[in-house]
């Protein structure tokens, strides 16, 4: 049997991904596909967060002339919908599960408290971060980075629809090339798009590695953190 490399793992999750082929909504089939990639990993004891987007119901000012904070607000708040959805599929699969909050919404959540994040981590549960940082300004790529140092993360996984990272964009320019490994300086300086700077800047600070990789190839998951060579790392 497979060993994870990894004791505690952040997972970021675009909206979008979830969305599927549809892109916006949800989308069951990716839903059940991400989830039994999760529980196949827990499985092998590693400790699981998740940081969620929201990008399949909102993307922020696009096509208004709306105020940032205000649309950023409406973004964390699409997070939580996506948030709830995944928390809903894990525990389906009998993945005891908790989401927490940056904004304050007890009804449907818990409120982000680190100590009982830990608590649960340390239980085997699966926490999903949503709301981001639960400040405007700030990405959910940003969210992800902030809580995999507060955690204490082994490594940030980058689920993306693509199996990497690359010098231009590969569904435009068919002679991108994709890098196996690149540093956090050289991330930085080149401009590259799969995170923002914020991000990257937080996980340099706290040397947290960054693995990006599609999320929907073969295992991706369970490839990632047995340390299969897939996607590309950021260190």
């Not at 105020?67 to 950023?72: G, I, K, Q, V, Y």
Request: net charge neutral.
């Amino acid at each position: 049997m497979a060993k994870a490399i990894y004791k505690r793992v952040v997972i970021k999750l675009s909206g979008e991904a979830l969305a599927g082929e549809k892109g916006t909504g949800l989308d069951q089939k990716v839903l059940d596909n991400i989830t039994d990639q999760i529980k196949a990993v827990k499985d092998l004891g590693v400790e699981i967060g998740i940081i969620v987007g929201g990008g399949n119901f909102w993307r922020g000012r696009e096509g208004t002339q709306m105020d940032r904070s205000t649309a950023d607000h409406m973004g964390m708040l699409a997070t939580v919908i996506n948030a709830l959805a995944l928390q809903d599929a894990l525990e389906r699969k009998n993945i005891p599960t908790r989401v927490q909050t940056a904004l304050t919404i007890t009804r449907v959540a818990e409120p982000y408290i680190l100590r009982k994040a830990l608590s649960h981590l340390n239980k085997g549960r699966v926490v999903i971060f949503a709301c981001g940082t639960g400040n405007p300004y700030f990405t959910t790529d940003t969210g992800a980075a902030l809580r995999s140092a507060e955690i204490n993360a082994d490594v940030l996984l980058l689920a993306k629809n693509v199996d990497g990272i690359y010098d231009s964009d590969p569904k435009i320019n068919k002679d991108a090339k994709k890098y196996k490994e690149v540093s956090y300086n050289e991330f930085i300086t080149k401009g590259l798009k799969a995170m923002d700077t914020t991000a990257i800047t937080i996980c340099m600070e706290n040397e947290i590695p960054v693995l990006a990789f599609g999320l929907f190839e073969e295992n991706a998951l369970m490839r990632a953190v047995t340390g299969e060579d897939i996607g590309t790392i950021i260190k």
